[in-house]
Nanobody, 112 residues
Framework: QVQLVESGGGLVQAGGSLRLSCAASGSIFSVSAMRWYRQAPGKQRELVAIITSGGNTNYADSVKGRFTISRDNAKNTVYLQMNSLKPEDTAVYYC??????WGQGTQVTVSS
């Protein structure tokens, strides 16, 4: 059974930065595409960023140029560096391994 644990969320002012981490247990990490999703109150969950097992990345248009996804296979951890945060980035952020396993989420709140 794979477990994903997110951390790094919090309250930050607009323009600030946060780095989210998602630590995975289990051996599938290195072969799985890892994704960060977010869900704001009253909205559907949306894909923020994806990184393949080979390191290719893709981002939602709303975060391009501000967010960076990366992974450390030796540590079974995926990161989401978030810069120039905006109030509309406020959401619960979730990581996913292969769209099969999901973390519990971490709250990010950006104040204006």
């Amino acid at each position: 059974q794979v477990q994903l644990v997110e951390s790094g969320g919090g309250l930050v002012q607009a323009g600030g930065s946060l780095r989210l981490s998602c630590a995975a247990s289990g051996s599938i990490f290195s072969v799985s595409a890892m994704r960060w999703y977010r869900q704001a109150p009253g909205k559907q969950r949306e894909l923020v960023a994806i990184i393949t097992s080979g390191g290719n990345t893709n981002y939602a248009d709303s975060v391009k140029g501000r967010f960076t996804i990366s992974r450390d296979n030796a540590k079974n951890t995926v990161y989401l560096q978030m810069n120039s945060l905006k109030p509309e980035d406020t959401a619960v952020y979730y990581c996913s391994a292969g769209l099969v396993y999901w973390g519990q989420g971490t709250q990010v709140t950006v104040s204006s």
